[in-house]
């Protein structure tokens, strides 16, 4: 009897998640627009309120730097809830891309410039007083755009490579992540007490930080995604332990705690790229084995 060849049966067919499904991430990129708003409307009150009652402008200014911090969490449930549920699509991505330029653009821009530039006096007279704030303006305004030409690069982008790919198990973002140059704002901010920065020594450094991160955001450096972290996925009791003393530090010590997690983020690509710097030009040469020298 001749051997008969096993039907090659189709796999299962994957079940197309239901339209109401599609609306929970929504509703996340919606939280992300309005926190964007609120922390705009908080910056201008802070803004207002700073001549009359400072201690009332910092609140202000903290509720602002608190909303973006929100927002980046807001935006990282987004996506994570959108790939879980298989529930990615065109209009998502783009709604979400729209309301990243208002959120992590828009607000921490105009934050930048309220909180950092706006109420610089020390001894400068009037005119290097107004040149700085020209430059404050100038600072402000390169976050923004070079924020927002960052997600248009990576709307267009493919299979985008970072100048310096690392493993090619992990998965990469090309320049660092606007989020991540939003959130470095807010923590300063909050790490200072959200008082507004009235002398130009740390107004200057301000500014300084506020060019650093506009260059990495438009930059080709490598950054991790955290894509390929599945909390799903069984993990070492290390791992745990890790994550919870991550998460009682953020409660116990928010103000220090969030400005080191955002400042080792945004180091972690320079450090990087430095480490490839040397490696191309300090080569390291493995020591010959001693078997195969010739005596």
Known sequence: MPDIEPSSAPGPVRKRPPRAAYALPTLFTAGNIFLGFLSIVRSIHGTLHFTTNPSVAASDFEVAAKTIGLAAA??????????????????????DSLADVISFGLAPSILAYTWGVEFVNGSLGPGLIDQFRRAGTFFAFAFLVCGAMRLARFNISKNPQPRNPGKPNRKYFVGLPIPAGASMIAAVVYALDSYPITDIIPAILWLMLLGLLSFLM??????????DLNLLRPRTPL???????VIYAIFQWSQPVLLILAAVYVGSGIFIRLGGIIR??????????PE???G
Request: hydrophobic share 35%.
């Open 74 to 95: 807001s935006d990282w449930l987004d996506g994570g809830i959108a790939r879980l549920t298989n529930t990615t699509s065109e209009f998502g991505r783009e709604l």
């Open 218 to 227: 438009v930059s080709t450096w490598r950054y991790w995604s955290f894509k």
């Open 292 to 294: 195969t020298q010739i």
């Open 239 to 245: 791992i745990l332990i890790v994550i919870c003393a």
């Open 280 to 289: 191309r030009y300090f080569p390291h040469h493995p020591p010959p084995n």
